[in-house]
Every structure is written in structure tokens, then in C-alpha cells.
């Protein structure tokens, strides 16, 4: 195929117009104010060397670290003719660099990358599934069918779920703030408000005050969609929305062997479109669970998610083919860089249920809470124990 | 100045700049746009508004975020002692009580009352609250700052402005779109060799391969905080300092050194001498 040549000015104008609108396409917020820019930028490097071009719109147009990924593949399709590169299917079992963020290969539909790790690899295969006697029984093989999520988001009944979830998270909000603000019966003396009136009165008979005032912690929420949780993933998915429904700065995941972030997905005003995009995540929903290799991923690949202001929220039955180890180091990882963990268990629910198996016990002295959630009733309830925390 | 002089001059003040980067300041000068460095800690991002400050010959004007950080501490802050005084000994009234005298400037008012125009490095942007990202914005983009008693202060320069974020918080859509984006990934194998000969010539080119080589391998390995380019120039100096001529000499006086390049407890046990020798032998 012939390389496409820099054309003369106007020609140029309209080609980066297109180029413009292929970004957008692939997911690059730009408009007609980056084309000007991107128009001025050219006129300062040597745009008639590829290489220099590339970089230039490159640095100019790129937001974020997986946008800078991405881009290279993006110019090559457009200027190039290269067509689209489906990187995330390339490199899907390659060890790349650690704390590669994913979101390329989510938006594709591709395969979610591995947690980075060689030794991931044997137990992602493995599963549980419910054996024929309703007992869980460890199986060998993810389930990779995709299911499709749009009947597990369009029922007037999930609304109850969403509801207790938004409960949930303004339960939580209350959190001191190391800024202040002006209040009446703060601590510290608000010195300019006070000079302002000693102008006027000469003696500072006002001594106006500031306080910390309460900020709102920030729900990082992690649900499991193995095959043992199918029959919770309807309520839970619905829990999901209203917790980023009530919490703008909320973010959601959903793990089984993989973790991907759906926080964008759920978002989505769009509900079909929300549904489509999810289940084009959902490769391998209902197959096994590796939480511990989930959560080192959130670790490693979503740091940014998680500060010294997260609850992170993992909706989970603790029924996991990872090692209970791993398990344990990676909520200890976790526990350093959140504020507080709270695990929701439905088998917490369950009469006579004691979080014996392996994976519970080793992952319990890492939680902060380790509350029931089987029914809608018992997540409703939550309220007051979330206020506590 | 054009990219490659620019490049040339980076380098002439010790900083090995790759060419998308060298491209990124060029833009960010040309352009009068800020420039926004993301990555992980230690591959330079800080240093790089020190090697440009040095180029430019001006200032550099540098503004710690964290959480918390408000316009008293960024932008400007009226002196109140010295006003409580001013109220006592002269019955100020309130045009002398609120003016230049009486007014302490924090970095981002002195960034744009200056001369020359400085570079003002705005660190770790994602440690500081939306409410300061959103002044920064303001600010940004129309270098004025408004301070109620006084009026509007209009930048005399504009100063180039370079932020960086590790990844701690996510930055509004409307600061990524004001600013040039650069991701800084820790340097590959030449760059790295390149950097640590412009630091420290005085390294022999045998060990420098082995020290960057073995930085290298460990950046592969499982680590909570991977080593970044200043552990490794530290770890350089304090190898050169014990005057270690080959890694493979000396595995108790190495492992001793490896406080420069492993930072937390759990790292220190994730690398045991065993698995240190065996790095030290695969590149030695």
C-alpha cells in the first residue's frame, strides 16, 4: 500500500479534520479547537518527516497514558492506511511492562490482559461451577461464552438494589477535609476576615472562624461475576449502578479469572449501549475466580484509583481457585494504600455459614468489615454498619 | 531554538531527553502551552523542569502539591502580622492595609510577576483536590489572579509551565485538554547507560552496563516500588564510593548497597541475595 504524502495546506487542513474525526472514533475527546492546534503545532516542527509529525500530534493530543499507547496505532491507520490494530489481541498472553493500564483492550472487546505475571497463567484456567447437587465443585475450564448482560439490566425490580447501594454511599460521605472553611464555631481564627473588620472597628471585636469541614470517601467497589456468584450478579451489577449513580467520583469493577473496570460502561446514559459494551467485557463472566490475581491487578494497574480516601468494596462468596497466599498479599497491598476494606459476602447470610475455606481465612485479618449481602433486605441494612466505618 | 538544539542543549546540562520528549518541550515553548508529565516516580519527570530552567537561563519556580493545598499556600497570602502591627502603630487604613506591601506571593503569583519568565513547575498535580485543579485552570488559562482587596494581577511573562502526576488521582478532561501530554516511562537500556555516563563519567564502561543492566532486570521483577533512574544513579555513586570495579567481586558489600535501590521492607524480601546474585550473574 502506498504511503500517504503530507499534501499542500488546505488539502492538509481536511485531512486532519479526518484525522480528527478518527480519533473521536477511537476514543480521543478532540474537537475543532485541537485541529487549529494540531495545524499550528505542524507549522513548528519538520511536518514533512513523518517521524516528527507523529510525535508533534502525538504530545498535542494524547490525554492520558492509555491514549499515548494507543496513538501510534491510530496516526499508522489513518495516514498510513494500516487499518486498526487490535493490540489488545497481540500482546494478550506476552508479558509486557507492569502496570500497564488496559483500557484499550476494554473498549476493543479484546481480552483483558493478564495480571503480569508468568506465574498467573496455570490458575486462570481453573474454575468452580455449581455441580449437579448444587455443591460448588472446583472445574479445570473458564467459562469463555459470552454471556449477555442486557437481561440482567433492564428490570424495574433491580431498582430496590440500586436504592440501598445509593443509601450505602451517603453513608459514607461524612470525612473530615484538611481544608477550611469559613463556620461559626470552627477551631482556627480566620486571620483575614478578622483584619478586614479591624479596619473598620480598629479592635478586632469579630474573630471570625474556619473549620475542616466533612468530605465524602471514595467507593472503589470490585464485583465478583464467577459461576458460583451467577445467581447474585443481576442484584449486584444493579448495586454497582446506583453506588456510581449516587457517587460521581465512585469507580466499579467486576473480576472472575480477569479484573476489568466498568465504571465508564455502567456509566453510560445509554443503556443499550451500556449493555453492549458490558457484555463485550463479559468474556468468561460465570467461569472461575482468581481474587487475589484481580486484586493485584487493581494494585498494580489502577493505582490511581486508590488513595488514602477509598473504601473499596469487594462483593464476593470468597470461593476462589488463586492461592489463598496470594490472596492474603494482595489485600495487604490493598490495605496500605486505601483507607478502609470491606469485603459483602452472600454466603455471610446463610445460616450455620463460617468463613472456614481457605481463601476467607486467609484474607480476613486484611478486612476492615466482612458483612452479609444475600438478600436486598440485608444490603439495605448496611447503612448504619457503613456510617460506623 | 529548534528541537535537535534544544535536544543538544538538554543534554549539555545532563539530561538525556528522548526525541518525543525533546519534541514535547520545543511544542510547549512554541506554543506557550503547559506540559503535562505522567508516570511512574523516579524516571525524571521532576528533573526535566530543572534541566529546562538551566537551558532557558531563568528561574525556577516550583510548587509542591498535596491534599489540601489552597490558595493561601499557592497563590498568595496577605502577611497578618505585619498588618496587625500596621493597624496599631500607624492606624492603617485599608488601601495601605491591603497592598504590595503587605502581600506574601506564593509561587504560582510569582511565576507570573516576573521579569523573565521563569518555569514554574507545578509537582505531583494529582496529590492536590479537584477545588485546586480547578484554580490552576483558571489561571492556566488566562495567567491573571484576582486578589479581591487589591484587583487583578495580569501575568507581566508567561511562565513555562510544566506539571507532573503519578497516577495517584485521575485529572479533569479540562486540564488534559489544556496541556501537551507527555508519558515518561522509565528509560530503555541505551538511554539509561547514556544518562548514567552525562551523570557520572567517571564510571567504567563495563561496570555502567552492568549497573544498568541489573537496575533493568529489576524493574522486571515483582516490586512494590520499582527502582527509578535516581535510585540507580545513587546506586552508581555509592558503588563508585566503595570503589567496586565489578558486581560480580563483592556479593556481601553489593547487598549491602542494594539500600539504594530497594525502598521498602517487603522489596528487600522479595530479593534475597540468592535472587540478586542470580540477576548479577545473567548480566555480569
Known sequence: ?389 | MNRAELKRALSGVGYVADETLAMALHLALALGRPLLLEGPAGVGKTEIARALSEVLKTRLIRLQCYEGLDAAHAIYEWNYQRQLLAIRAEAATEETLFSEKYLLRRPLLEAISQEVAPVLLIDEIDRADMEFEAYLLEILSEYQITIPEMGTVTATTRPVVILTANGTRDLSDALRRRCLYVYVDFPDRETERAILQSRAPGIEARLARQIVGVVQALRREELEKQPGVAEMLDWAAALSGLGVNDLSDDPAALQATLVCLLKTAADRDACPTEVFARIVGKVA
Open chain 1, 1 to 389: 500500500m502506498r504511503a500517504t504524502r503530507f499534501p499542500e495546506r488546505a488539502r492538509l487542513a481536511r485531512r486532519m479534520a479526518g484525522f480528527m474525526a478518527h480519533l473521536r472514533l477511537n476514543g480521543i475527546a478532540v474537537g475543532p479547537t485541537e485541529t487549529e492546534a494540531a495545524l499550528a503545532a505542524l507549522t513548528h516542527v519538520e511536518a514533512l518527516d513523518p517521524e516528527d509529525a507523529r510525535r508533534a500530534l502525538k504530545v498535542l493530543l494524547a490525554g492520558d497514558a492509555e491514549q499515548w499507547r494507543g496513538f501510534d496505532g491510530l496516526f499508522d491507520a489513518y495516514w498510513f492506511n494500516a487499518g486498526r490494530i487490535r493490540q489488545g489481541q497481540a500482546h494478550a498472553h506476552v508479558r509486557t511492562q507492569s502496570a500497564r493500564p488496559t483500557l484499550w483492550t476494554q473498549h476493543l472487546g479484546g481480552p483483558a490482559e493478564e495480571t503480569g505475571s508468568d506465574d498467573a497463567t496455570p490458575g486462570a484456567g481453573e474454575g468452580e461451577a455449581e455441580g449437579s447437587d448444587g455443591r460448588l465443585i472446583a472445574t479445570r475450564t473458564a467459562n469463555l461464552s459470552k454471556r449477555d448482560l442486557r437481561d440482567l439490566m433492564d428490570e424495574v425490580s433491580l431498582r430496590e438494589a440500586e436504592h440501598a447501594a445509593r443509601a450505602l454511599a451517603r453513608a459514607i460521605r461524612d470525612r473530615r477535609s484538611r481544608r477550611l472553611k469559613r463556620s461559626a464555631n470552627g477551631r482556627v481564627i480566620d486571620l483575614r476576615r478578622t483584619l478586614r473588620g479591624m479596619v473598620a472597628q480598629g479592635e478586632p471585636f469579630d474573630l471570625p472562624r474556619r473549620t475542616r469541614p466533612t468530605r465524602p470517601l471514595r467507593i472503589v467497589a470490585l464485583c465478583d461475576v464467577s459461576g458460583s456468584m451467577t445467581v447474585y450478579a443481576r442484584v449486584f451489577l444493579a448495586f454497582l449502578k446506583g453506588l456510581l449513580d449516587a457517587d460521581t467520583s465512585a469507580d466499579a469493577y467486576l473480576f472472575h479469572t480477569r479484573l476489568m473496570r466498568v465504571t465508564q460502561a455502567l456509566r453510560d446514559h445509554d443503556s443499550l449501549r451500556a449493555a453492549t459494551r458490558l457484555s463485550l467485557m463479559a468474556e468468561g463472566f460465570g467461569g472461575g475466580t482468581d481474587i487475589g490475581g484481580a486484586l493485584t491487578t487493581l494494585v498494580e494497574q489502577h493505582r490511581h484509583a486508590l488513595t488514602g480516601r477509598t473504601l473499596v468494596l469487594i462483593l464476593s462468596d470468597g470461593y476462589c481457585t488463586g492461592s489463598p497466599e496470594r490472596l492474603a498479599a494482595a489485600l495487604e497491598r490493598l490495605g496500605k494504600k486505601t483507607r478502609r476494606i470491606v469485603w459483602l459476602n452472600p454466603l455471610m447470610g446463610w445460616r450455620d455459614y463460617a468463613p472456614v475455606n481457605a481463601a476467607m481465612t486467609a484474607a480476613l485479618p486484611h478486612l476492615d468489615a466482612h458483612l452479609p449481602a444475600n438478600t436486598l433486605d440485608a444490603l439495605a441494612q448496611l447503612e448504619p454498619e457503613f456510617a460506623r466505618l
